[in-house]
Nanobody, 127 residues
Framework: QVYLRESGGRLVQPGDSLRLSCTAS????????MGWFRQAPGKGREFVAS????????EYADSVKGRFTIYKENDKNTGYLQMTSLKPEDTGFYFCAAAYHVSSAWAPSNGGTFDYWGQGTQVTVSS
């Protein structure tokens, strides 16, 4: 069993930057790909970004390319989502997820690929 805990979400203004963290605990001896998803009120879950186990491959939703950066610190079992130039449409509940049974070089974007999910953290972008 793996447990994921997100942190860092809060209210920010448009144009601000924010970094979300996702710390894994439990059975973390194997490598895993990590992803970030978000869900806005009244909408479905949306892929945001992912990074492969080896950290050599990343994928981003078109809506966040050039503004968000995903990275991991495997020695700390922690992944991050650095968000810049935030927009009101970035508002939502952000979840991190871990995928264990995938190729080491693959950064999946399908939520069904991920094995474990965190509880989420709220990001609100508003003036």
């Amino acid at each position: 069993q793996v447990y994921l805990r997100e942190s860092g979400g809060r209210l920010v203004q448009p144009g601000d930057s924010l970094r979300l963290s996702c710390t894994a605990s439990g059975r973390t001896d194997s490598g895993y790909a990590m992803g970030w998803f978000r869900q806005a009120p009244g909408k479905g879950r949306e892929f945001v970004a992912s990074i492969s186990w080896t950290e050599k491959t990343t994928e981003y939703a078109d809506s966040v390319k050039g503004r968000f950066t995903i990275y991991k610190e495997n020695d700390k079992n922690t992944g991050y989502l650095q968000m810049t130039s935030l927009k009101p449409e970035d508002t939502g509940f952000y979840f991190c997820a871990a995928a264990y049974h995938v190729s080491s070089a693959w950064a999946p974007s399908n939520g069904g690929t991920f094995d474990y999910w965190g509880q989420g953290t709220q990001v609100t972008v508003s003036s």
